[in-house]
């Protein structure tokens, strides 16, 4: 029911606005918001199409509850969604959002895809930035594994091995990383 539920997101705007009202010096309200409460009010907002007080709820949300996955992964995806539309690569803001965005939700497909379709294309600066995010630490199996793939479709086998051996160190029940790095040794001399 959509009027029914902007009704009700209106209503929680009302109530955000108010919680706004009363809060301390430093912008914090009163009473403590608990993850999914951010969540709720970023959705209220985005239903009642107010893009730019969504992003705030859902930032502020993700540094208040940083061990929160869902207020961090809320926050990376829509990020991805506003970002990576118009992504400029000879911005390096933009570039490093799309890495941030790469490390914080390594399925994004969008962000991997990204990625790949100027990586395939021999594009400079996106084989620079596989390298980057696989030279992090912050980088896990997945992200690796998705570079090694990157790798793999565009013959590069020893890039390729290297991620995927990256991959199995990150998470050595990662069978798709093992498989694909047997491929490798089985397929090159």
Known sequence: DYIGAKKYARQASIHWKNLRKTADPDGQPDLTITPQGYLRFAYSFRLLEDEDQEFAILREGALAHPSSIANQLAYAQRLADKHLVGLSWDDPEERRILADILIGDPGNE????????????????????????????????????????????????????????LACEKDDQSAYAWNNLAWIFSNQE
Do not use: H, W
């Open 110 to 165: 969008t962000a991997v895809q990204l990625l790949y379709r100027r990586f395939a294309g021999g594009d400079e600066l996106a084989t620079q930035m596989a390298q980057q995010l696989l030279a992090s630490p912050r980088a896990n199996a997945q992200l690796c594994k998705s570079i090694g793939d990157m790798y793999l479709t565009t013959n590069q086998f020893e890039p390729a091995r290297r991620a995927y051996e």
